[in-house]
């Protein structure tokens, strides 16, 4: 197939061919037929942008980011690809000036077309839809089909939503390129996608109200029609250009939808609530399940869990493929099992010495109260005089496992969407590997508590959650949160909780809590929670509502290392998740749930 | 004087004239004949900027902000002017778009006028300087002398420097308008300016390397001279002008000496530290003899500490004008005593009570340690019970003492720039203010112990400092750090620590650390120490560590809401406090300084 792209590109004397891991609606996850990329490399990750070369024995740039670099070394043909890390190798500097590049305008946003036009005055737009292109080349797909949300679900009609976006609308129409958003605005979703509920589809919204879907052609304009309002970042090249046939004004602003649809109505923030409930109840049972298996493996494990997310009658799919990943492999920021990679691991038997987390605690408590410090050698001797038995498995399967997961659930009555990590200890993990979970939990609890002023944005808190981390000279190579759509994306815009994350925080955001730590080739550890951004009892304040309800492994924890707050945190948690799912559990489970509640006794 | 002025913009038939409280440098502390709103208002604050209306019966416009509002009202005649906050009122929203509106050039950026000139098409730049300009205009001043520093004090010679500037330097020739940093880069130091010991010029820098200074006209400029690159920001329009009659190429960049300025050789960190030992001992007689007054003032308070300064022989001056106010007065951020204002209080005796703060922090930690939190209801009850001679104090003596104050010191080895606040009980503060003092502690402790990777600006660390306030729905409205000099000027950028501060902070800078808490009409809280930026021991990382030398008032702390690392850095703070001074101190001075370190005796 390689070979069959090369020749293309010879025939139209393209030099380069720019092609990104992407859709013409450049959504996040493809469906199957989109996925060209692994086509033609063999690549799974899902960052990914490749320069083939025409020439035979030039390799082409294969340019991904450092959560794939290791992974792409591994499923690529190193005579054929040369991998780049974005970080340090910008994507254009391997072109000369001079060079023909082309690319596929349904796959070039404007920004980026123009970017290319800018710096490579031979670039050529190569449409590679149409009869012209190879067998490699994608196939326009038939659209699919959707079906609508009743307005108890959304909380709002599409009516509602209309006059909101064309609030202070100054053109005569909208371009909208994001599914998700027309989705939302129409109160419909579909199933063109394994993990989004969305239907695919470009539309245009009139200032009468009126909306026109279509995907093959832009349809016919009224002549009143001349001022078009596009988001230049979000829309392809392909779009742009048969919007400039209509010799339209085009203005460019960011999509008004983004904004509004991450600010949740109170039916999508009862329906978040509910989708909480049932995903928790799955996942008590799974980590429930899990303590007590002598032998399962990531692959298995993943398919626990979706089984028992399976069993309520609402859960409608997946968020997205989950992250199951046993020590080194949960080190894999986005790691996928494979048969080949599939670790097996025994969850049981843990804590078998006698020895209780109470009587550890109490233990270090009373001798070391006053001399411990956080600081990583003392702590580490503590560890050793009085647990050795933490210590004693160097064996390699004395170690973590993280299950990174998320359910679509739709009911009659609502509608939501999860998005949950959990790190669990498997046999005795390290002294190590304990005080990093707590540093993590540390970070995570802290912004969970987190109050702050209006018109602060999730930039300004990230620090909250890797503080801990950074004391200890670590870091996690990824944001600590990002918004999350109501029955729509996992990953939704524009609000996020990073460095580079400046949206404002508005009540009723929906955001992820994930932060993490990682040790390349031995253990990940990642705990994540979605919160709901809600005002708080002081005037000008928000702060988050935690929804996930699922169990935190404290056997983790180091609890000399936690505050009395953190700890009150954490006690609260667990008897919430208890009192909300005690009656729906089986008897085993509810004891098991329980316990883990009884562990806060001594400090409370 | 108004009148004059009106009757000037009547003659030139100017509707508005837009006068900053700036100079023809935009120097941050202006020089007394430079003070034109001070003499046209009566206004002393540093923030404001006049739109003077030339009609008799309409009322001038007054902008500044939130800081300074309370006192322009004391300050100007209502009659005169409207009073206009910046945060709800644009500067020029006032202005209809067809007025004619008058600008000083000089004291103008070109940025500015630039902006002024799209918005009003009548702006007209009204030289205020030449002879035209009535009594009440600034005058031209005659240029300044200047001395030179020796290489051992600024640890790098200025052809180093300037071989450092023109790295990669594109342009024919830099304009250099920043005082500061022409002082910097020839390593001279003057005397035109009360607190930042420089010597106002502007200066051309050559690609050759020659560097010319001129104040009053451009220097003749070769022929090959074609390309002179400028930073509008802080260039005014009257040299922007100037040079456009050159027919020079005018490029705008960043001036690059902001950013090497920052980063402080090891010749200057040593100059700090020396500084900050010079002034901690002034400091620490200054809160003794403070101690022990039946009965001082703001105004005699400051006098005392600028004499204690003035004992060390390389006291040069103050940094700034002190600011030392007690109770309601110390609320205002930018407050300066006056006699009007002038508040008497007595700072002695306290805790006669034979209740220490062992013997209470004790019977705390063993009656409460389980049941507490952090909540302000549960500290409060706390209080009640167990220290009622806290609560017994609402007299309105019983409050807090707030003194910001710094000092440039300049020796034969050594040169540095220092800035601190300090807050200090007087009577029985209440156990509010004791929680929100200790609030401003928690933070200022976690920016001092912050560790954080390369790449980490001051916006990202910035909720640090407030996350423990935030919790409580309570905020300062101010930044959280500054840049400061190298017996330069007391504020300077291009780094901060607030959320606006996106500079990367790097090795060598020094920032303040100034949380604060202000109760208008009631008491203000700021704790506020120098701290220098450092490699941490972990690769990539970077820490602070604390210049400032200078006791923390124990007597403010509810230590029950201080974790133990957070005890264990007072503790160490005070430590080295008396390690260094315990000899330098007279011995009732040092016992008094012991008994703060031994306070800590019950957590080690």
Not at 190 to 218: C, H, M, N, W
Request: with cysteine.
């Amino acid at each position: 197939m390689l070979t069959q792209l090369k020749t293309f590109l010879k025939e139209r004397k393209i030099d380069f061919f720019l092609l990104p891991n992407s859709d013409e609606f450049f959504s996040e996850y493809l469906a199957e037929d989109k996925k060209i990329i692994q086509q033609l490399t063999g690549f799974t990750g899902s960052n990914a942008t490749v320069i083939f070369s025409s020439k035979k024995d030039q390799k082409s740039f294969f340019f991904t980011d450092g959560r794939y670099i290791l992974q792409a070394k591994n499923q690529l043909d190193l005579n054929e690809f040369e991998i780049c890390d974005l970080a340090t190798t910008p994507l254009l500097s391997k072109l000369s000036k001079d060079v023909k590049l082309g690319v596929d305008p349904k796959l070039t946003s404007v920004v980026f077309a123009k970017t290319l036009q800018k710096k490579f005055p031979s670039v050529e737009l190569v449409e590679t839809t149409g009869s012209l292109a190879p067998k490699w080349s994608r196939q326009a797909r038939p659209a699919g089909s959707y079906f609508s949300l009743p307005n108890k679900i959304t909380g709002a009609d599409s009516k509602t939503k209309i006059t909101q976006v064309l609030q202070g609308f100054e053109a005569d129409a909208l371009l909208l390129t994001k599914p998700e958003n027309i989705c939302w605005l129409l109160n419909i979703r579909g199933r063109d996608l394994e993990f989004t509920p969305i239907f695919l589809t470009y539309a245009i919204l009139f200032k009468s109200g009126e909306v026109e879907l279509f995907s093959q052609k832009i349809p016919s304009l009224k002549k009143e029609i001349k001022k078009i309002q596009i988001d230049e970042s979000t829309t392809n090249y392909w779009l742009y250009s048969e919007l400039q046939k209509h010799e339209l004004e085009l203005i460019n602003k960011p999509d008004p939808i983004d904004l509004l649809k991450s600010q949740k109505n109170p039916r999508e923030i009862f329906g978040a609530i509910k989708a909480h409930e049932e995903d928790g109840i799955a996942l008590a049972k799974f980590l429930f399940w899990l303590s007590n298996q002598d032998s399962t493996d990531e692959i298995s494990a993943a398919k626990k869990l979706l089984e028992l997310r399976q069993e309520s009658p609402n859960f409608f799919s997946e968020s997205f493929s989950a992250i199951s990943g046993f020590a080194s492999n949960g080190a894999v920021i986005h790691y996928h099992s494979t048969p080949e990679t599939n670790k097996t691991f025994s969850a049981r038997p843990r804590n078998k010495c006698g020895v209780t987390l109470e009587s550890v605690e109490s233990e270090l408590h009373n001798k070391y109260e006053a001399k411990t410090d956080n600081k990583h050698q003392e702590s580490v001797a503590l560890q050793e005089s009085v647990t050795p038995h933490l210590l004693r498995g160097l064996a390699k399967l004395d170690s973590l496992y993280l299950i990174d997961s998320g359910g679509q659930y739709l009911s009659e009555d609502f509608c939501g969407t999860t998005d949950v990590t959990r790190t669990v200890a498997i046999g005795n993990p390290s002294a190590e590997m304990c005080e990093n979970f707590t540093r993590v939990l540390k970070g995570h609890i802290a912004l969970a508590r987190a109050k702050f002023p209006r018109g602060t944005s999730g930039a300004q808190l990230d620090a909250l959650a890797r503080e801990h981390l950074w004391r200890a000279g670590l870091d996690y190579q990824h944001g600590t949160g990002h918004g999350v759509g109501s029955f729509l994306s996992v990953h939704e815009g524009p609000c996020g909780i990073s460095k580079r994350a400046h949206q404002e925080l508005l009540p009723g955001m929906i955001l992820s809590n994930e932060p993490g730590f990682y040790k390349e080739g031995e253990y990940g550890i990642r705990i994540e929670n979605l919160m709901l951004v809600e005002a708080a009892e002081e005037k000008n304040f928000l702060k988050f509502r935690t929804l996930t309800l699922a169990p935190i492994d404290l056997d983790l924890i180091n609890f000399k290392m936690l505050t009395y707050p953190e700890k009150k945190w954490l006690k609260n948690y667990h008897q919430e998740i208890h009192e909300k799912f005690a009656k729906k559990l089986s008897q085993e489970n509810e004891i098991w749930l329980k316990e883990i509640c009884e562990k806060f006794e001594f400090s409370s």
